[in-house]
């Protein structure tokens, strides 16, 4: 079974909590071996009023940032699952949902208590001039 599915169900957690406003930040990590790429870090940035995601790449040695819509994001990101990340973590207000990759490679979708207490700046910033 192709854990495709169980991530496009994740993706639309993270779009929930975007439109909801109780986004704080998403991160991919738990690579498979030692990998150049250590972490993505996905945050929410808003450029002259228009909304898009500063999706970072951190390697061993540098940074490499890109902006993208929440469609582009998901397109972007999705190929970096299982090569060379196996957990998604996404924070929210409301609670933190992980997708994960066992040793088979099927995935599943757990929340737990909430990390953050608050929405990211950009989304409480969107919140306030209601975008």
Same mark, same amino acid.
């Given at each position: 079974m192709s854990f495709e599915p169980v991530f496009a169900e994740f993706w639309g957690k993270v779009k929930q909590s975007i439109a909801d406003k109780t986004y704080a930040k998403l991160t991919l990590a738990k690579t498979i071996g030692d990998t150049d790429l250590k972490?993505? @870090? +996905? *945050?929410? +940035? !808003?450029?002259?009023? +228009? %909304? /898009?995601? /500063?999706? #970072? &790449? *951190? @390697?061993? #040695?540098?940074?490499?940032? /890109?902006?993208? #819509? !929440?469609?582009? &994001? %998901?397109?972007?990101? &999705?190929?970096?699952?299982?090569?060379?990340? !196996? #957990? &998604? !973590?996404l924070f929210t207000t409301e609670n933190d949902i992980t997708f994960k990759l066992n040793k088979k490679r099927v995935g599943s979708i757990i929340e737990q208590a909430p990390t953050f207490k608050n929405a990211s700046d950009v989304i409480l910033e969107m919140k306030e001039k209601g975008l």
């Open positions: 972490n993505i @870090y +996905v *945050r929410p +940035v !808003l450029n002259d009023g +228009v %909304f /898009s995601l /500063s999706v #970072t &790449a *951190r @390697y061993k #040695t540098e940074e490499i940032e /890109s902006f993208h #819509t !929440l469609d582009e &994001a %998901f397109i972007v990101l &999705a190929p970096y699952m299982n090569n060379p990340f !196996l #957990t &998604a !973590l």
